[in-house]
């Protein structure tokens, strides 16, 4: 088995970003989900309630992020590391948040269609994994939904497509690692992993929600793949496709980096 595809999603619900390598951090590959788009009440914004935030694209600069969404003028974003804080709601979590200033909170809510800013994860807060599926006490994440990656398996996706009328694209599932050479569904099985240099584990498989089925280049909503993984995917925890890691040391992965069960 080795890595295929490498993907970061530096915004929360925003379109994922393809790397050919990724710096393994103990709470997600680097720059994967530091920022976040929240609305006037400071709760998150998804594409679970805006698939429209699908179609903004991010693109690395050297110094931050440019931003761009169909006819819109494009906004260059850089770091605000310090400076005005704010309370936000993550699911059941509450973080610590430095604002990214106004000019941005504008663009999104033209955007978006709501007022809405975005903010980015203060430094030296940690937000800390389900304690039912940590590993460890420290276990950590960024603002992914609740594990520091998540890996799927082309094997599993080719599985899926030849049961769809129309196949889908690995960006439904929204993966950080894709691996190639397992048998579908493999993943299953996989616990303890050795990918290119860096130990982790799969302490949960992924439940599915609404967001594998918005087209990533359209924001377009259906009813697939959802409705035929549940003929066949569905477990206790949900419809499930991929599974939730954390990391058990740190270093570089890079496409075509082996890996294989410890």
């Known amino acids: 088995m080795h890595i ?45 309630e805006v698939p429209t935030m699908a179609r903004i694209v991010v693109t690395a600069t050297p110094s931050g992020w440019q931003l761009a969404c169909d006819n819109h003028a494009s906004i260059a974003i850089t770091p605000i590391y310090t400076g005005i804080t704010r309370l936000v709601t993550i699911w059941r979590n509450t973080s610590t948040v430095v604002d990214q200033g106004n000019e941005v909170a504008a663009w999104l809510s033209n955007v978006l269609g709501q007022p809405c800013r975005l903010v980015r994860m203060a430094q030296g807060y940690r937000r800390h994994i389900d304690p039912k599926y940590a590993t460890h006490p420290s276990d950590g994440v960024s603002f992914a939904d609740a594990y520091a990656s998540l890996i799927a398996n082309e094997a599993s996706l080719a599985d899926l497509n030849a049961r769809l009328a129309t196949p889908i694209g690995m960006d439904r599932f929204r993966p950080n690692i894709v691996v190639s050479g397992a048998t579908a569904w493999a993943e299953d099985d996989w616990r303890e992993l050795q990918v290119g240099s860096v130990a982790m584990t799969a302490v949960k498989p992924c439940a599915r929600c609404a967001v594998t089925t918005t087209d990533q280049l359209t924001g377009e909503r259906s009813h697939e793949p959802l409705a035929t993984l549940s ?15 954390v990391h058990r040391s740190s270093g570089l992965i890079q496409v075509g980096d082996p890996v294989s069960l410890r």
């Open 4 to 48: 295929s595809a490498l993907y970061i999603y530096p915004i929360k619900g925003c379109r994922g970003v393809a790397v050919t390598h990724a710096t393994v951090e103990d709470i997600g590959l680097a720059d994967d989900r530091r920022y976040l788009v929240v609305d006037g009440n400071g709760k998150f914004l998804s594409q679970r």
């Open 231 to 245: 003929t066949f995917r569905k477990q206790a925890l949900g419809v499930i496709f991929g599974q939730n890691l």
